[in-house]
């Protein structure tokens, strides 16, 4: 049993020695130059999101242990207590005001254009038009809507002599929106964040048990404790990944954003797999809970910490977006309204989506 465990689990075993080796060789890598500096980097990336993977597997677990809507609430927040970790730890070193702005819109633009515009096209080219519940996808959309407008669009007319005010208000005021949120989701209004698929059944007639086989997989205590010592991991390697991708990236012409891309694409990676296995099986209702309620939670939670840390040092980040993040989030936001309106997604609308992605994309390189 401990070496079953311990063979599925080499990826965090791996990323032990990883950490040792990052920490005994930082000055080392950091007095050989940038290139050396840059491939350390991605080295350490690509360990993190194996990592993170890891625990999404073990959040899945636990997803699949107590159904939905809980278990999609679980993924998100995981992936969310990913991003929120590597973000502090970011900022910490990093002089930049507008990184965690840069990472909100990101993930944003990540979880609703790039995870749900793929899954759809992919899943429709698939199945045709795929169900789900319209209620999830109309709430998602207007509190994410609610949420950024708060935190990210009104700070632009917020005085400079009054941005703690604001501030402490923004970190109520999304603590209010969760409480709120999390009361709809896990109590009567539970039914808008779930649907009722066909049972599949064995040729012979026989109901799959292919469920059952997963939620068996692992045990409660055994995933969370993994999850938790993922975290720890994901956090140590986060530290010195950050300084060798600021040493490497220092004097270069890379985009000002790219930091916050790369933050936002670590946290996401795990749930990329997820949405796009779950469109590829027809269970649109699970990507659209991932996509959706990925985005919210990363305004909702991601805020409030962060404002928090600029309140206690006294050093506020800059939240407001600019013109061209503001009409990207508007034309993602309506585009989404009209496309999960309906209850069934296609090819097409996945295209629009994936299009505004690759717009992201373009605009990130273009420094825009």
């Given at each position: 049993m401990a070496g079953s465990i311990l063979k599925q689990e080499r990826v965090l075993l791996l990323a032990i020695p990883a950490a040792i080796a990052a920490y005994m060789a930082e000055h080392a890598i950091g007095e050989a130059g940038k290139t050396v500096s840059l491939i350390a980097a991605i080295v350490l990336i690509g360990i993190i999101v194996l990592v993170s993977m890891r625990v999404a597997h073990h959040a899945e677990i636990l997803a699949a242990k107590v159904g939905d809507p809980y278990g999609t609430m679980i993924l998100t927040l995981s992936a969310v207590a990913v991003e929120v970790l590597i973000l502090a730890i970011i900022m910490s070193e990093s002089s930049s005001p507008t990184l965690v702005r840069d990472t909100i819109y990101s993930a944003v633009m990540i979880d609703i254009n790039g995870i749900l515009g793929l899954a759809a096209l992919l899943g429709g080219l698939r199945h045709g038009e795929q169900p789900y519940n319209d209620d999830s996808g109309r709430t998602y959309g207007v509190m994410i809507l609610t949420a950024m407008g708060i935190s990210m669009i009104v700070p632009e007319f917020i005085p400079q002599q009054s941005w703690h005010v604001y501030s402490a208000f923004t970190i109520v005021a999304m603590i209010a929106l969760y409480a709120l949120f999390l009361k709809m989701q896990v109590g009567p209004h539970s039914y808008f964040f779930s649907y009722a698929y066909p049972r599949k059944t064995h040729p012979a007639g026989q109901p799959s048990n292919s469920h059952a086989e997963e939620k068996d997989e692992g045990s409660v205590p055994l995933s969370i404790?993994?999850?938790?010592?993922?975290?720890?991991?994901?956090?140590?390697?986060?530290?010195?990944?950050?300084?060798?991708?600021?040493?490497?990236?220092?004097?270069?012409?890379?985009?000002?954003?790219?930091?916050?891309?790369?933050?936002?694409?670590?946290?996401?990676?795990?749930?990329i797999?997820?949405?796009?296995?779950?469109?590829?099986?027809?269970?649109?209702?699970?990507?659209?809970?991932?996509?959706?309620?990925?985005?919210l939670s990363t305004v909702i939670l991601t805020v409030p910490v962060m404002e928090g840390i600029a309140l206690y040092t006294g050093q506020p980040f800059i939240m407001a977006m600019t013109p061209v993040q503001t009409v990207m989030v508007f034309i993602t936001l309506i585009a989404a309204a009209i496309n999960l309106n309906d209850g069934e997604t296609n090819a097409i609308e996945g295209m629009t989506h994936f299009i505004l992605?690759?717009?992201?994309?373009?605009?990130l390189f273009l420094g825009l």
């Open positions: 404790g993994l999850i938790i010592a993922g975290v720890v991991l994901i956090g140590v390697l986060a530290e010195f990944m950050s300084a060798f991708l600021s040493e490497s990236l220092e004097g270069t012409n890379a985009p000002p954003a790219l930091m916050a891309v790369v933050v936002a694409t670590i946290s996401a990676s795990p749930e797999l997820t949405a796009l296995r779950s469109a590829l099986r027809n269970r649109m209702q699970a990507v659209v809970n991932i996509a959706m309620g990925a985005s992605f690759a717009t992201f994309i373009m605009l």
